[in-house]
């Protein structure tokens, strides 16, 4: 047998989820070597992503949501690499690199029926790019940039485009396909390291939230105007931001992680500007729109061979660190995509 | 000389209007025989429309919004029907019935140059509808209803529509029309009349939302929950109808009448749910879409002749009482659409 760690979801959290209590790393076996049923196969986990979305997985299961409540005392799970160690199945052998939506554990028992949950990625074995950008400036994280700026935010040359939590993994692609795509590039972030990153990969400007007035540094880095607000962070940003939007202006809602950690969420005084102002407010999930993954790779995967889209990631090593990688991304600790490296490679 | 009074602006309001100080009607002079120029003409004006977005044109000049600030000491202006009484321009003439933007005074002299403020529209004269309709039910506010609904609400039959301010000038035809593609209907409105109102002219399901709770009005009304809003008011009602809202929901950001006569906007605390339930919320202005007037008039006029759309309105006698009705029309005091019948037909 042997060692499979897994990490769990052992208690909903009411805020800020802690390590040990609501999440925890518990060491289970696997024997390897047993034989595979018709259509099986064994991953062993190479890379996971932690996402601020996976907060809203930490509830009770009775409340809905776009995702799946994460079920209580099972592993949790969100986007991985893996290698296929072991194949009954045609269509995965060994050797292949698989991506998809698997259990955060060591080595993962894929059945025939779930065979799906994974599609083969060898890219992220032969194109010489880091494994783990396929959880990132690749994976879900880039779809969502992707399909959040050119399908929600219908960008025009020469527009204004600003960008919270803009150094993150979802916000950091935004902005630098927004300027390949001609507009005006602004972008908000918690500390001077993150907001330097953002002018050394593009932005025309950037402020840090957290120390330079939000609603001056808007007015300053927009002159003309915001025409897409690329919707991160919510609360307050969202309601000075709204007062700063042009005439059918667009806000892309991605994500409000200001608001997923509190049980009093901000009251947004501005929403009058929606009438005024004719905005479109339009929320979106990545998995809504499967048939932009084709070309969003054909796309992006040369740009960042050429250096074109830059990627800042924090890794940590070992799947024990999983808890606090993700506690660090809701607190925006870590600095860019964070992900957690699970095996060497 | 024959007597013209006026109605103009007199003062930049802070909360609701008052007569006499923000508005005054005042006595004018106009010599209805003197020659017209190449191009002019003068029309009678028959109705005018006061309407809800009014109270934003009462602002200072500088500061931009959707439609012009009203010029302080000048005629307010607005939807009217009026009579062609004098002409020296081939496509207007002595007769014809004319619909546009016009000011509030009893007679217009129309230079060749804002000829095209107006449109003839003898169907007000010729088809046996109230000339009052012509600037309700038929004029911007219908089309307003007509585009908020199939435009930008995109409904589905069988979905379930909730429409705020319901028995106003705009809502009593949202409902009816979405009745007639297959919606489900409910609406709240401020008095128990009017409530009674919306349920004869078919909606399922009207509350009072003054002396009923809003939440539990809309969860009894709305068993499968809001797949599009009609929003007229702003404020808390929009906040608990967040809450509500089905995945992929849409609102129609028409108006936001809590919020036009305060200092202090009601903040929102529900906007998260635009992330979670990828919903799309949109502003849009009835000036942006003249396309559809046409289809909307061929497709309204018949239901109303017919019945299938009923139409309440307040008619307020003589411009004298323009001020007042308008002032009426904010605090919600008038019962339907609100006209002022500024001459005797």
Chains 1, 2 share one sequence.
Do not use: W
């Amino acid at each position: 047998m042997t060692s499979n760690s897994q990490v769990l979801f052992t208690k909903v959290p009411t805020a800020y989820p802690q390590p040990g209590e609501h999440m925890q790393v518990v060491k289970s076996t696997i024997d390897l070597d047993a034989p595979l049923a018709d259509g099986d196969y064994l991953v062993k986990t190479l890379v996971l992503s932690v996402d601020p979305y996976m907060r809203g997985r930490m509830r009770s299961a009775e409340v809905k949501s776009y995702s799946p409540a994460f079920e209580l005392n099972k592993p949790m799970n969100g986007h991985v690499v893996g290698e296929v160690i072991k194949s009954n199945n045609p269509d995965f052998k060994v050797g292949d690199y698989v991506y998809g939506n698997g259990p955060f554990e060591e080595y993962t028992h894929v059945t025939a029926a779930a065979a799906k949950r994974f599609v083969v990625r060898n890219e992220a074995r032969d194109s010489g790019i880091p494994v783990s950008y396929f959880v990132g400036a690749l994976g879900m994280p880039g779809l969502t940039a992707y399909v959040g700026l050119y399908i929600i935010g219908q960008p025009k040359k020469g527009e204004t485009i600003f960008i919270s939590a803009a150094s993150g993994a979802v916000g950091q692609i935004v902005g630098q396909l927004a300027k390949q795509s001609g507009l005006r590039v602004v972008g908000s972030a918690g500390s001077d390291d993150k907001v330097n990153y953002l002018k050394t990969i593009g932005f025309d400007a950037a402020f840090n939230y957290k120390t330079q007035d939000i609603n001056q540094s808007l007015s300053q880095a927009c002159p003309d105007g915001i025409d897409i607000y690329f919707e991160n962070v919510g609360g307050e940003t969202l309601e000075i931001v709204l007062t700063k939007m042009n005439v059918k202006g667009r806000v892309v809602g991605c994500g409000m992680i200001s608001q997923y950690n509190t049980q009093s969420p901000y009251g947004v005084k501005t929403l009058m500007n929606l009438v005024g102002k004719r905005l479109r407010l339009e929320g979106f999930i990545v998995s809504d729109h499967p048939e932009a993954e084709p070309e969003f790779l054909e796309k992006v995967i040369p740009l960042i061979k050429e250096g074109k889209i830059k990627f800042q990631e924090t890794i940590s090593e070992g799947i024990e660190t999983t808890p606090q990688a993700l506690v660090d991304v809701l607190k925006g600790v870590n600095f860019g995509k964070q992900v957690v490296k699970v095996a060497n490679l």
